[in-house]
């Protein structure tokens, strides 16, 4: 699976969108971007998924740029209970020796202050 | 529904003693990973189930370290004579399959060994 980079931590305030951004410029092309977040001292969290187009769910959008290099997690109303770690993670769907295992990063800490 | 549960939440041990750590997958969850998250380390995939069978365990840090799920359902992770670096969160997850996009987490075991 791709590697991916993300920046150590970012800050929002409450309310204000927070925009969240993934580099993975050696994606290949069966490979989808996910989002996961885990809020402290619980499991990680599933947020959303994507291939190519762009995606939209409950809790948050995600940006893919047309060369899918890089993308952009928004949360378009950050709470207080956004506080989390997300990570961005590359990972192919057909299958395959990977058996759909998640490789995280470091990821980005999110700080949501009021 | 009811989601993934693990257990203990807490194990402390002393080093050198045997320890085994339970997860209840979500009913009907054909695929179970395990995860370890240690202090500096990330999230680290340690073995996949599929069904009752453990096509990767690739992760697995030592022989030390042992799974096995009975019935399609319940995983226990084994560790034997444990050693201070085994001190982590393990987490669980299930998913419907090996490639869906979806994994939930359980809230995982913080173990100490002293």
């Known amino acids: 699976d791709a590697k991916t980079t993300q920046p150590p931590s970012m800050d929002c305030a409450e309310g204000r969108a927070a925009n969240l951004p993934c580099n993975h410029s050696t994606i290949s092309g069966n490979e989808y971007v996910y989002w996961y977040r885990q809020i402290h001292s619980q499991g990680p969290q599933y947020i959303i998924h994507g291939l190519k187009n762009n995606e939209t769910n409950e809790m948050a959008s995600l940006i893919i740029t047309e060369d899918r290099k890089s993308s952009t997690l928004i949360l378009p109303h950050a709470t207080l209970r956004d506080t989390a770690v997300y990570y961005c993670?590359?990972?192919?769907?057909?299958?395959?020796?990977?058996?759909?295992?998640?490789?995280f990063g470091q990821g980005t800490i999110l700080t949501v202050h009021p | 529904g009811a989601g993934v549960s693990q257990s203990p939440s807490n194990k402390v041990t002393e080093k050198g003693k045997d320890v085994e750590l339970r997860c209840d997958p979500i009913s009907g969850h054909t695929a179970l990973y395990w995860y370890r998250q240690s202090l500096g380390q990330g999230l680290e995939f340690l073995i996949y189930f599929q069904g009752n069978s453990a096509p990767d365990k690739s992760g697995l840090p030592s022989d030390r370290f042992s799974a096995e799920r009975t019935g399609g359902s319940v995983s226990t992770l084994t560790i034997q004579r444990t050693q201070q670096e085994d001190s982590a969160v393990y987490l669980c997850a299930s998913s419907w399959d090996r490639v869906t996009y979806e994994q939930y987490f359980g809230p995982g075991t913080r173990l100490t060994v002293t």
């Open positions: 993670i590359v990972r192919t769907n057909a299958g395959g020796t990977s058996y759909g295992k998640l490789t």
